[in-house]
């Protein structure tokens, strides 16, 4: 059964930064793709960020510049977060495809089927 569990959320001053995890586990073969996800009370869910078939980061464009996405070979997606404000306030979660994309269509969260609990951000002003 895929699992997928987000850490590393926490508080944290605007300007600061902060680094989520994601540990997958359950998946077998090689065949999926995962991203990130927020949502803050009252919002939608957006995209932040996705890795794509080709091992290239996509990210929504609130995140460029300041977001970076990236996997390690033991399962564990990580995103790092830079300049945080106020406005990235929300409940992050992790996502798993096991379908394969290319760019900036691995950012829609309609077509992953696995998601985590989700870690909560909190930037305070």
């Known amino acids: 059964q895929v699992r997928l569990v987000e850490s590393g959320g926490g508080s944290v001053q605007a300007g600061g930064s902060l680094r989520i995890s994601c540990a997958l586990s359950?998946?077998?073969?090689?065949?999926?793709?995962m991203a990130w996800f927020r949502q803050a009370p009252g919002n939608f869910r957006e995209s932040v960020a996705a890795?794509?078939?080709?091992?290239?980061p996509n990210y929504a464009d609130f995140a460029k510049g300041r977001f970076t996405i990236s996997k390690d070979t033991k399962n564990t997606l990580y995103l790092q977060m830079n300049s945080l404000s106020p406005e990235d306030t929300a409940m992050y979660y992790c996502?798993?495809?096991?379908?394969?994309?290319?760019?900036?269509?691995?950012?829609?969260?309609?077509?992953?089927?696995?998601w985590g609990q989700g870690t909560q951000v909190t930037v305070s002003s």
């Open positions: 996502a798993l495809r096991e379908t394969l994309c290319s760019g900036i269509y691995c950012l829609s969260g309609r077509t992953y089927m696995y």
């Open positions: 359950g998946i077998t073969g090689s065949r999926y793709l």
């Open positions: 890795i794509d078939r080709f091992d290239r």
